[in-house]
C-alpha cells in the first residue's frame, strides 16, 4: 500500500511538473504595435453611404423576385458617384446587378487580387421597425455612426473599396498587378445569380486570384476579456452549407377522431431528436491557429489548458460549446429553419415537411450531415432530400503563410495600435466561398471595429470605421509585392 501511494505520489508530480513546464513555455508576451493616423479620407464618404443605405436593394428569399427599380437606382448611384472608376475600369456584368470591374495593373505578370462586397441586404421585419432608433432604411447620420440596414453588412464595404479606387484614381494612380473589384447583388440568398456566376467567369477565363478579399471577420475589443488587446479575426477557412427537406406523408383525416399519430407528430418527433444531439466536436485547423495565436497571451488557466491539449482537450470543447457561437466553431451544426403542415384547423394534414440548414465543419462533408440526419431520426417513413443547388463543401483553409494572410495581416497590424491579428473560421457563408477552390488564398475580413446591429437592429457603422475601411482597401490597393 505505502509503495503504491509513493508510485502515485511521484507520478502526480511528474504530471504536475510537465503541465507547468508546458505552459511556462508556451507562454509570451503577444508583440506589441503602434499605428499609423488615419489620415486623408474625406467626410464625403459618409454621405455617399447614406445615400446607398437609403436605396432598398432588399434580397427577400431565393424564390422571390427582387425590386428591380431599386437595382437599377443602385447600379445609378455607383456609377454617378464614382465617375472616375467607370471611365477607367472596364465594367463586365452579371444577371443584370452585379458586376466586375477590372482595373489593369503595370505588371501583367503577377497574379491579381479579387476585393468583394455586395449590395443586397436583408429585410427588416415589420415588427421589429419600432424597436430601431431611426428610421431602417434612414441612412441617418448622428453621435458619429452612419444608421441603416446595409450599414455594416455590407454597404460600408461596398462604398469604402469604390471610395479608396475613386481617391487612387484622381492621383492618376496605377496597381502593380490588376485588381478586379466585385459586387454581387444577390448574397444575402446564396449569390446564385451573381457572386457564383462571377467565380464560374475567372475560372473560364484562366484569371487564377493571388488573393480574394471579403466581409467575414472584424476586431472585437470586448469579447475577449482575458486577452485584453484588440483582436482582429481574419477569415481563412469557412463552413459549409447544406440545406435537407424532411417529409413525411400520411393519411389525414378529421381533427375529431385522431389517429395515434399524425404526420405532424412523426415529423415534430424527428426534429425533436436531432436537436437533442449535435454531429462530434472537433478542433479544425483555423480554430487550432487561433489558439495557437491567441493563447499565450491568454490567462494562466487559459494557457495551462491549450498548452496541454493531451490533457484538455475535452475540457476546452466543453467550455466552447457553452456559448452558441464558439459552439458553432467546434460543431457541425444541423437546425431546422422552415416547418410547414396543415391548412385549416379541424383538418389533420397529410403531409408536413421541414427544412433543416446545415453548417459543415471543415473536414466533414454533406453525405455526413445526409447520414447524421437519417441515423438520428432513424425513421424510414420520413423521406430525406437535399437541396442540391445550395449545398457547398467546407472550403479548403488559406494558410497562415500565404501571401494573401501575410499582406493583410501587415496591413491591419499597422491600423489598430496593440492588435493582436489571427486566424479564424468563419462560420456563415459569404459569397467569397465561390472563389475557395481556385484562388490562391481567400480572406475575410473587414476592419470594424466592434460591429453593430448586423443583420439586427440599430445596425450602424461609425464614421471612423469607414474611413478606416477606406484607409484598409487604399492600402491593400497600393500593395506592391
Ligand atoms: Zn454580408
Redesign the pocket.
Known sequence: MRYFLYVSGGLLLVLVFVILFNTVRYSKELPKHAAQPITGISDSAALHLSEAIQIKTVSYGESLPIDSAAFHAFRRFMEVTYPLVHQHLERTIFSEFSFVYKWQGRNASLKPYVIMA?MDVVPVEEAAEKNWSVPSFSGTIKDNYIWGRGAV??KSSLVAILEAAEQLLSQNYQPERNIYLCFGHD??IAGLRGMKLIAEWFKSNNIQPEMVLD?GGEVNTHNMKELNRPLAVLGVGEKGYVTYQLQIEKAGGHSSMPEKETAIDILTRALSKLRQKQMPARITDPVQQMFNTIGPGMSFTSRMAFANPWLFKSLTIRQLEKNNRTNAMVHTTVVPTIIQAGVKDNVIPTVATATVNSRILPGETSADVENFIKKTINDDRIQVQRVEKLTIEPSKTTPVSSHAYQIISSIVYKMVPDVVVSPYLVIGA?DSRYFRDFADGVINFLPIIDTKGFHGVDERVGVEDLKRMIFFYKAVMQENK
Open positions: 455586395h453588412d455590407d448574397e444575402e466581409e459569404t
